[in-house]
């Protein structure tokens, strides 16, 4: 019985081995396919290399562009040109620093030099309290009483309620213009789908006439050769030449636009330097004017049997900044003194270089003392005088009705800037939506524009291989490839 077993056994192993075997064979022969056909056999030989250049659409007969030069320039970091500016600054704040002080010391002399009567006056320190809290810390301050306390408190807590008060009504603006401005951002999107498909189709009816033109030319060019030299060039079609014209037009245009914009221009600056120049002439002749007329009227006066008065006299010559000699000339002949005219000489000239006068008391203060002014225009201030006189049934009434007036006229000052701004994103949906509309075509033509450019060199480099006398496989090769470059080649559809 074991016997017969392992005669049983042995056939199959032998089996098994010669399975092993022959796919071991079978697998150095397929290694050897391999190697001999795709490194033994594989010559890179001109005829494959010319080949592969057809495929990738490369001619031999395009110009030789230059390559871009990397910027051979030091690209790291250069302490001097760095530092150049910090160092020229400096300078330039501290020249500026030294021609100030100079300049502050020059005039500090020129001032302590100069006369009384032409130095600048005097000013007093005004402080002017424009807050109604500042206002109430004031007179917490200076009298720190019941009532002022109070006041000051509840102008505290009214400025605090109408803080609130303000940023809730912000808010609910805010809100209302967000919620407005995503509707109809969702309703300008809807419409673009429109434009965007417009767009979409005519790159594809592009697309289209490119291949069907591309398809009509090759047909001709595979059909009669010998009138292959006496066709229009693939990229100089009609349209492009209306183009042409068009731009030409569009350039004169602008030329003698330019030239018409230069001459307004130079007529321009004439009629101005003209009106400039009479102004200032009129201006002469008028001071001029009023001078002779002043001049006739002294000499009338001392012309008159009548003795002229000295200080009228005196009110003349400073309205003319009259030279001393003519006021001394003047006034001898009506035979007045010699310290009179000095004093009107001496009157004169104040006049002529005193062009500064001290404000009123009223106005401007006491010099060199200060004084606090207070100026209240809010509603708080009329909350503070109704704490302060509760008898007064008046400011009660003044700090309401003001309060009522000042919170309606923010809400419908809040409430017409809320309905702006949403009129505002609508007129610009509609104006994006009509731009967007408008750029189809110009989008469509940029990319017929790029489209025709690209095939134009593959339908260049199409002559040259049928004028090199390639075989009409190898053209109808380079047709396919140029067809199915139109078709899938950039630029894109779907960017």
Not at 92 to 97: K, N, P, Q
Request: proline content about 3%; glycine content about 4%.
């Amino acid at each position: 019985m074991s016997i017969q077993l392992i005669s049983n056994k042995m056939p199959q192993s032998k089996t098994f081995n010669n399975d092993k075997n022959k796919k071991k064979q079978m697998n150095k022969t397929l290694e050897g396919v391999l190697i001999n056909n795709h490194v033994k056999d594989t010559n890179y030989n001109d005829a494959n290399f010319e080949k592969i250049c057809d495929t990738l659409f490369i001619s031999n007969n395009i110009e030789k562009t230059t390559d871009n030069p990397i910027d051979k320039k030091e690209t790291s970091f250069d302490m001097k040109k760095a530092l150049l500016p910090v160092f020229l600054s400096a300078g330039v704040a501290s020249g500026g620093a030294l021609g100030l002080s100079m300049v502050m010391k020059k005039a500090s002399k020129t001032l302590f030099n100069a006369k009384t009567f032409e130095q600048l006056p005097d000013l007093a320190l005004n402080m002017n309290i424009r807050q109604e809290p500042q206002f109430a810390v004031y007179r917490m301050l200076r009298d720190p009483s019941f009532k002022n306390i109070m006041a000051g408190v509840a102008v505290f807590v009214f400025s605090g309620l109408t803080i609130v008060a303000k940023n809730t009504v912000d808010a609910l603006k805010e809100i209302w213009v967000k919620k407005q401005s995503a509707d109809i951002e969702r309703d300008l999107q809807e419409k673009l789908i429109e434009v965007e498909t417009n767009s979409f189709s005519g790159k594809l009816k592009v697309i289209n006439n490119l291949l069907v033109n591309t398809t009509n030319y090759f047909k001709k060019s595979f059909n009669i050769e010998e009138s292959s030299k006496n066709q229009q060039s693939f990229g100089a079609s009609e349209e492009s030449k209306k183009n042409e014209n068009k731009d030409k037009s569009k350039s004169a245009m602008y030329k003698l636009g330019a030239a018409f914009s230069l001459v307004a221009l130079a007529v321009a600056g004439k009629v101005t330097f003209s009106s400039i120049r009479k102004t200032v002439k009129e201006a002469n002749d008028f001071a001029n004017g009023y001078t002779q007329k002043v001049i006739d009227a002294i000499e009338k006066m001392v012309s008159s049997k009548e003795k002229p008065s000295v200080e009228k006299l005196s009110e003349l010559f400073e309205s003319i900044s009259a030279k001393p000699e003519y006021i001394k000339d003047t006034l001898k002949k009506i035979n007045v003194s010699d310290d009179e005219i000095s004093k009107v000489i001496e009157n004169t000239e104040k006049v002529k270089k005193t062009i500064f006068a001290d404000a009123p008391t009223a106005l401007g203060g006491i010099p060199k003392k200060i004084q606090y002014y207070c100026y209240l225009d809010e509603d708080r201030g009329h909350l503070y005088n109704w704490l302060l006189n509760p008898e007064n049934k008046f400011t009660k009434y003044l700090f309401l009705s003001f309060t009522a007036v000042s919170c309606v006229g923010y809400l419908f000052n809040q409430a017409m800037d809320a309905m702006k701004q949403v009129a505002v994103i609508k007129e610009n949906a509609k104006t994006e939506y009509g731009l967007k509309k408008k750029l189809v075509d110009v989008e469509v033509e940029n990319f017929k524009s790029k489209k025709q450019s690209a095939i134009d060199l593959l339908i260049q480099n199409f002559e040259y291989q049928k004028a090199k006398g390639k075989s009409k496989e190898e053209l109808m090769q380079l047709a396919e490839n140029i067809l199915v470059e139109i078709k899938n080649g950039p630029p894109y559809v779907y960017t």
